[in-house]
């Protein structure tokens, strides 16, 4: 991946914020709250699913997928 922006007729199923290099799910709380206030729009990315989100560098969110950043970090060990 080069880091530009791609197309696709598939909508994402998980969202990601550019510059914190985390994705997580569309409904995430923390997100929607982010949104809410006006921010994270513009970094907002999204993708097909969680290996393409880990294939360009992101991590999972903490708070909306616990288990899945729980296993990322163990795996940093």
Same mark, same amino acid.
């Given at each position: ?14 969202? +990601? ?8 799910? *569309? !409904?995430?709380? /923390? =997100?929607?709250? &982010?949104?809410? %206030? +006006? ?8 993708? *097909? !699913?969680?290996? /393409? =989100?880990?294939? &360009?560098?992101? %991590? ?9 950043? *729980? ?7």
């Amino acid at each position: 991946m080069d880091g530009g922006p791609y197309q696709s007729a598939v909508p994402g199923t998980l969202g +990601g914020h550019r510059r914190t290099g985390v994705y997580g799910r *569309l !409904d995430c709380p /923390t =997100a929607l709250r &982010a949104i809410a %206030r +006006g921010g994270y729009v513009k970094e907002r990315v999204f993708f *097909l !699913d969680e290996a /393409t =989100a880990w294939a &360009a560098g992101y %991590r999972p969110c903490a708070r909306c997928m616990t288990e899945d950043y *729980l296993r990322w970090k163990a795996l940093r060990r």
